[in-house]
T-cell receptor
Framework: AQRVTQPEKLLSVFKGAPVELKCNYS??????LFWYVQYSRQRLQLLLR??SRESIKGFTADLNKGETSFHLKKPFAQEEDSAMYYC??????????FGEGTQLTVNP | DVKVTQSSRYLVKRTGEKVFLECVQD?????MFWYRQDPGLGLRLIYF???????EKGDIPEGYSVSREKKERFSLILESASTNQTSMYLC????????????FGNGTRLTVT
């Protein structure tokens, strides 16, 4: 069964508009969740993790245990935010399970 | 800065060939992983290893095996390549802590004809 789901494969917004990338998870324990990002022609890299409660490049993500969600948000999207975004969940120690990914395009 | 190096950026192999994908990390990380990345399916875990000579099956191990003879090197082996194994393969490593981030290589684009 899918443990991490990202319902939108593609998301397109205009520069300056708010953006929200959705992530839902299924896990019986206490979840450790991450967002990873892959910019064009670059390697996949960590964007942020929920335990840090930090904002990276203007992005934030709040863990909502009631809705089992970890949506990624940014109030004002920039063109350089265009990338593939993956939500990920830690299971069984250090093993990371990824969602299907959302390709974000920010139009000028 | 952690460096995870995958030996080949592009590979083209024929059906039935034995294929080796090599990955080396230079930061003494305990954990190493092999994923395949396919559009619409995200990253799927093939195999992982928490220590030298240890290996664990991921979600899609069928048709693959791995080898970890040294801490820094984790090899993925396709025993008999098939066309449905055409994909982008990503290697990653991490420290031995649950919250440690994964550091990825650049990937190997494998085409099986």
């Amino acid at each position: 069964a899918q443990r991490v789901t990202q319902p939108e494969k593609l998301l397109s917004v205009f520069k300056g508009a708010p953006v929200e990338l959705k992530c839902n998870y299924s896990y019986s324990g206490s979840p450790e969740l991450f967002w990873y990002v892959q910019y064009s022609r670059q390697r996949l890299q960590l964007l942020l993790r929920h335990i840090s409660r930090e904002s990276i490049k203007g992005f934030t993500a709040d863990l909502n245990k009631g809705e089992t969600s970890f949506h990624l948000k940014k109030p004002f999207a920039q063109e350089e935010d265009s990338a593939m975004y993956y939500c990920a969940l830690i299971e069984d120690g250090s093993r990371l399970t990824f969602g299907e990914g959302t390709q974000l395009t920010v139009n000028p | 800065d952690v460096k995870v190096t995958q030996s080949s950026r592009y590979l083209v192999k024929r059906t039935g060939e034995k294929v080796f994908l090599e990955c080396v990390q230079d930061m003494d990380h305990e954990n190493m992983f092999w994923y395949r990345q396919d559009p619409g399916l995200g990253l799927r875990l093939i195999y992982f290893s928490y220590d030298v000579k240890m290996k664990e099956k991921g979600d899609i191990p069928e048709g693959y095996s791995v080898s970890r003879e040294k801490k820094e090197r984790f090899s993925l082996i396709l025993e008999s390549a098939s066309t449905n194994q055409t994909s982008m393969y990503l290697c990653a490593s991490s420290l031995d802590r649950a919250e440690s981030p994964l550091h990825f290589g650049n990937g190997t684009r494998l085409t099986v004809t």
